[in-house]
């Protein structure tokens, strides 16, 4: 997918949550920078969509953390998961989802849109076979599919 793609899915997606009353806001350039300085690179993919919703995403991902502030927790609750149940940390590891503090998505490349792995306690590490940008894509076709119902 390229980025003109990624922007429209997820100006789709801020359209939805505008029409039903929400409303989304994004990181700042110095957001992201404080990111890149504790963290190191990010991927450029990921960074799109921090810088249009990773403040206020709506009920996209209700329950599940995702957002800036929320990334250290994440990072931090991944990592413990893995030590919990014996899991190596893979090098490069930067965690940009948990949920429910039992399951977690993360990278282990910095490139501009890295593949998505999967942990999920008791299991083992999961390479989902799926890019960062088609991860979020399938995450936005879901979520739409609830708005129809």
Not at 63 to 87: K, M, P, W
Not at 123 to 144: P, R
């Amino acid at each position: 997918m390229n980025k003109w793609e990624f922007n429209h899915q997820l100006n789709q997606l801020i359209a939805i949550l505008t029409s039903k009353g929400f409303v989304t806001k994004g990181c700042n350039d110095q957001q992201l920078a404080q990111l890149e300085h504790q963290y190191g690179r990010l991927p450029v993919y990921y960074k799109i969509f921090l810088s249009k919703l990773g403040i206020n995403a709506s009920d996209f991902k209700l329950g599940t953390a995702i957002l800036f502030h929320e990334i250290d927790d994440i990072n931090q609750g991944s990592l413990v998961l893995l030590v919990e149940n014996n899991i190596s940390i893979p090098t490069n590891f930067f965690a940009f989802l948990l949920h429910q503090g039992y399951s977690s998505l993360f990278f282990m490349d910095r490139h501009d849109d890295p593949m998505v792995y999967c942990y999920t306690e008791g299991d083992v590490i999961k390479n989902l076979n799926c890019k960062f940008s088609q991860c979020i894509s399938a995450e936005i076709a879901l979520y739409k599919t609830y708005q129809t119902e």
